[in-house]
């Protein structure tokens, strides 16, 4: 079983500046994935950013990135040079790596962030 | 590629009725979950489905819930005699069987009871 914890429900940043979203993880699985996921207020689900927890190297897309922790199970994302179309839900979900098959992702409560002027 | 296509977007649907919520995956997806998302919350795992085979339904409430995924035509989330707390977005995601590739979500279908 896994679980996904995310302490802020919101947050606020001022365009142009750097916001970083907590995320932790529990799993018993010894190799997993763990994602970033953004909901506009489309609802649509995109994918930020993903990391393999077998790789040290933290992931980067643009002018988003991941602080993996591992041993202490922590998933935190980075957004610097933050935009208007930044504002959205942001999830943070972990699926383990089952070998052959996919498997379901767990997803955390979400942090709402409002970028303003 | 179209992506993950879901219809309708929105269903209304009285107490009692039956609500028939449609998935098609993106192509070469063979892979189909489903999730719930009540409003302010994250998203719940429902089931996920194969090809004519349901692989894990763990998430899904005992009664007046099923899904499929035949071997042509879309997946279907059928929800019977739907009540007031069903309402809810309700999202369907696809993947590819190789490892690590996230999902590839729908755009969800808002399901309001009345």
């Known amino acids: 079983a896994q679980t996904v914890t995310q302490s802020q429900p919101e947050m606020s940043v001022q365009e142009a500046e750097t916001v970083t979203l907590s995320c932790t993880y529990d799993?018993?699985?010894?190799?997993?994935?763990l994602f970033w996921y953004k909901q506009p207020p489309s609802r649509q689900m995109i994918l930020v950013i993903r990391?393999?927890?077998?790789?040290?190297q933290n992931a980067t897309e643009n002018r988003f990135s991941v602080n993996f922790q591992k041993a202490a199970k922590s998933f935190s994302l980075k957004i610097s040079d933050s935009q208007l179309g930044d504002t959205a839900m942001y999830f943070c979900?972990?699926?383990?790596?089952?070998?052959?098959?996919?498997?379901?992702?767990?997803f955390g409560t979400g942090t709402r962030l409002q970028v303003t002027l | 590629n179209a992506g993950v296509m879901q219809n309708p977007r929105h269903l209304v649907r009285r107490r009692g009725q039956e609500a028939r919520l449609r998935c098609s995956p993106m192509?070469?997806?063979?892979?189909v979950y489903w999730y719930r998302q009540l409003p302010e919350e994250g998203l719940k795992f429902m089931v996920y489905?194969?090809?004519?085979?349901?692989?894990?339904e763990s998430g899904m409430p005992k009664e007046r819930f099923s899904a499929e995924f035949p071997k042509e035509g879309p997946s279907i989330l059928r929800i019977q005699q739907v009540v007031r707390g069903d309402s809810a977005a309700y999202f369907c995601?696809?993947?590819?069987?190789?490892?690590?590739?996230?999902?590839?979500f729908g755009s969800g279908t808002r399901l309001t009871v009345v």
């Open positions: 995601a696809s993947s590819p069987p190789q490892q690590g590739e996230g999902y590839t």
């Open positions: 799993t018993s699985e010894n190799n997993y994935y």
């Open positions: 990391q393999e927890a077998y790789k040290q």
């Open positions: 979900a972990c699926r383990p790596s089952n070998t052959g098959t996919a498997s379901k992702l767990t």
């Open positions: 192509k070469g997806h063979s892979h």
């Open positions: 489905l194969q090809k004519e085979n349901i692989i894990d």
